[in-house]
């Protein structure tokens, strides 16, 4: 097996031989800057926040979960049907003025949810408060994929291998802001009030989301948007929309993972225990999505979105297993070693398959996606845990990753006359026009 090459002079003179990862981090700290990766970190923290602090802000008002529960899921469907509109227009005319004014007018009405709690306002109009939120909310994890190969734009023949460790970044990052977001809620919650964790939450995006929104890489994607769009034509294509269903499938899994848990939690008497253990999952996903950056560059994502659904199945086969909290918390922690690299591979996929001009919303429909899965995955699996426990709720979880592997045959399928953009390596002189 070949070293691993470690520096920018000797990547560049090795262009074949694997890169360390650490250095390709280095790499893009230094092209984008600590602030870029600070602000669009934080800026994305928002989304993880709202609909668990939405959740238990409507809770705590009216005194009936179901209300919150609608409201939270209003917040969520409408963020998935939104963000691939604004995805399109930041297409079109550029990120800085779409998210400014996503980020500035969520925040608005996240207060004005607040606002209307606190006026005790019908539970409509809570709902229909939170679902404009979700609506105008920007996806700026999706976004900030969208700004890597701009950003290393003339790293020449590194740049291939640099957007692949962009991407297992932004997965990495995704995780930990869905594990730390309900943590901040949670806290604030504790500290403050439920509305108080709302409005920390509006605070966040109004200052990240806009400061991301400024930020002067936002001009690079909308500066190189006109060469870009000469490297593709068509958008919805059969093998793109086998990645939205991978993204379905896998919000699914998230959705029935997190009912399964807190199925059991309630059982045992524990269901404050739910939401902890379900955080596991993405401790696990953020340490394997930093590692997916090693993986040679030989190894094409096609092929990785079946090896990682693979896994999600064999991974996720215990949960039917589990009989206590004690009994499902390594298999929770274990199961996220194969979701963001999966998850990974797929976003990645996507940046290659769609005309270049078109990636922001493409990164945003399976952002949406995945939403649309989880709220499936939770109904299903909730409809099924009432029936009969944890067990079939997690039945929901290995079903659909079974799922992600048949898709992925079909995917290798479909792309099999087109597998020159299925490997990290394959853009590199295009991207260079």
Known sequence: MRDLVVGRRAAEAFPGVPVSPLASYRRLLSL?????????????????MSQMGTLLLVSDATGRYAAGGLAAGALAVANAVGAPLAGGIADRVGQRPVVLAQSLTAGVALAALVAAVQSDASVAVLVAAAAVAGFTMPQVGPLARVRWRPITHRTGAAQPRLVDAAFSYEGAADE????????????????????????????????????FALHPTARLTHA??????????????????????AQLL??????????????????????GMAGLVHSLLGVGSVLAGLATAALPSRFGYDKRILVFAAGLVVLSAPLLLAGSLAALVPVVLV????????????????????????????????????????AVGSGVAGRLADLGGHRPAFAVTV????????LAVVRLRIQRPAADVTTPDVLAAASQG
């Open 250 to 271: 896998i919000g699914v899994i998230f959705g029935a993972t997190q009912t399964g848990t807190t199925a059991l939690a309630t059982a045992a008497g524990t269901p």
């Open 32 to 48: 984008a800057g600590l602030g870029y990766v600070v602000v669009a970190f934080l800026g994305r923290l928002p989304l993880a």
């Open 176 to 211: 930990a802001s869905f594990v730390l977001g309900p943590a901040l809620v949670g806290l604030g919650a504790v500290a403050l009030s439920p509305s108080g964790a709302l409005l920390a939450a509006a605070a966040l995006l109004v200052v990240f989301g806009s400061w």
């Open 335 to 374: 199961l996220g070693l194969a979701v963001a690299p999966y998850m990974i591979s797929v976003f990645a996929a996507a940046e290659r398959t769609v005309p270049a001009a078109r990636v922001g919303a493409a990164m945003t429909l399976l952002a949406g996606a995945t939403g649309i899965g989880y």
């Open 399 to 406: 079903t659909a990753a079974a799922l992600a592997v048949l």
């Open 224 to 245: 190189l948007r006109a060469s870009a769009a000469a490297h593709g034509t068509a958008f919805v294509t059969a093998a793109f929309l086998t990645l939205c269903l």
